[in-house]
């Protein structure tokens, strides 16, 4: 399994609060990604890093922030939570091999907001 | 732009009888294409990729599928489902040449009867 890993799993938070998640990857790939996944949507990209301070806005940005300041670390932050952002959310990492890029998953975070 | 269409969100198969998952696919340019399988509470894991070498890609657990640019087609099969083969299964296409934005179908989950 590639070395991703994302912190926490789980989260309980109140809608109007600050949440930060973490992915941590080991793989040293240039490439990371957040996206959410939810019932009839399948996965959608929210943000994605090409380089460390190069980040860029994916399909469902609204809401969302991103900071990647290492290699190995890709944070998510939701400023404000709002009960529509209750989804689970996955990072995933790549790296040009050969001639394309191959996305790795981590395990997941489940998000409720309340 | 492109997409990737899963027809049946739900499918069931018995145990033994072949698997057959559709993916459609829309681009404007030769795509990638990817199925990615995810277990219940799992990240999601590559089963198969297409990258303009062979039309028929074999992947992991014995799922294969065939690329038919005349069809826009990339449809997962199996010949005979096995009960470990329950999960829900997502088709994602990307552009040629790009590290980014992977596009997901909906998804669509396999359940094997006994």
């Known amino acids: 399994d590639a070395g991703i890993t994302q912190s926490p799993r789980h989260k309980v938070t109140e809608t109007g609060t600050p949440v930060t998640l973490r992915c941590h990857q080991t793989?040293?790939?240039?490439?990371m990604y957040w996206y959410r996944q939810d019932p009839g949507h399948g996965l959608r990209l929210i943000h994605y890093?090409?380089?460390?301070?190069?980040?860029d806005k994916g399909e469902v940005s609204d809401g969302y922030s991103v900071s990647r300041s290492k290699t190995e670390d890709f944070l998510l932050t939701l400023e404000s939570a709002t009960s529509s952002q209750t989804s689970v959310y996955f990072c995933?990492?790549?790296?040009?091999?050969?001639?394309?890029?191959?996305?790795?998953f981590g395990p997941g975070t489940r998000l409720t907001v309340t | 732009a492109q997409s990737v269409t899963q027809l049946g969100s739900h499918v069931s198969v018995s145990e033994g009888a072949l698997v057959l998952l559709r993916c459609n696919y829309s681009?404007?340019?030769?795509?990638?294409l990817f199925w990615y399988v995810q277990y219940p509470n799992q990240g999601l894991q590559l089963l198969l990729k297409?990258?303009?070498?062979?039309?028929l890609v074999k992947g992991i657990n014995g799922f294969e599928a065939e690329f038919k640019k005349s069809e826009t087609s990339f449809h997962l099969t199996k010949p005979s489902a096995h009960m470990s083969d329950a999960a829900e299964y997502f088709c994602?296409?990307?552009?040629?040449?790009?590290?980014?934005?992977?596009?997901f179908g909906t998804g669509t989950r396999l359940q094997v009867t006994l």
């Open positions: 297409y990258t303009s070498a062979a039309t």
């Open positions: 995933a990492i790549s790296d040009k091999t050969g001639r394309f890029y191959e996305q790795y």
């Open positions: 890093s090409y380089g460390v301070k190069d980040t």
């Open positions: 793989e040293n790939h240039r490439y």
């Open positions: 681009s404007s340019v030769p795509p990638y």
């Open positions: 994602a296409v990307t552009l040629t040449g790009t590290a980014s934005k992977l596009t």
